[in-house]
């Protein structure tokens, strides 16, 4: 038994190798296509005409008040009521022009305004105030100074809300709970 089972392992060895090293054709590296490049288009660059504007029309002064003429009793006259030009008239440039109207800061569609950014800005504030209280000890001199910063944010932050300035409070708060965090993981 022991014989046919040597010889049956070993067939089966024989077999398995003769699989392994048995393929369709050999294997040779294609080397990809070359690519190629178009050259650089000539660039054409176009002179514009510089177009002088016309020159400015000159003012034109209003013609003098008339003189008054007297009445007869040899007192003068007041002068007639002042005749107001015609707006059709009166050259574009010198009519009153409205200021534009004021610009709304720019905002994403993501950023909160008004009450809800607010008390976003007040959660962070107090939630930044908490983590400080329960930082315990200070001991090197860049904790301290680190712990002074994130108070010194904290102020700024309070001052920007208070002005509705709510961006820049918002990051004085981040940047302040940021501190504050790293105060607490003792780093």
């Known amino acids: 038994m022991t014989r046919t089972l040597l010889n049956s392992v070993l067939i089966l060895s024989v077999t398995l190798a003769a699989a392994a090293c048995a393929t369709s054709r050999a294997q040779i590296p294609e080397q990809p296509p070359t690519l190629a490049v178009p050259p650089v288009p000539p660039r054409a660059i176009e002179s514009a005409e510089i177009v002088e504007p016309p020159p400015d029309p000159q003012p034109v002064d209003p013609p003098p008040p008339p003189a008054p003429t007297p009445s007869r009793a040899g007192r003068p006259r007041p002068p007639a009521a002042e005749v107001k030009p015609d707006p059709k008239d009166v050259p574009a440039d010198t009519l009153p022009v409205a200021p534009p109207p004021p610009v709304a800061p720019l905002r994403s569609a993501a950023t909160p305004t008004g009450p809800e950014a607010a008390r976003q800005v007040r959660e962070i504030i107090d939630g930044t105030q908490k ?43 981040d940047r302040a709970n940021n501190i504050a965090k790293l105060l607490l993981t003792g780093r």
């Open 131 to 173: 983590m400080l209280d329960g930082v315990s000890s200070l001991g090197t001199d860049d904790r301290k100074a680190n712990f002074q910063s994130a108070k010194a944010l904290l102020a700024q932050a309070e001052e920007a809300l208070k002005k509705d300035e709510l961006t820049l409070a918002r990051s004085f708060a």
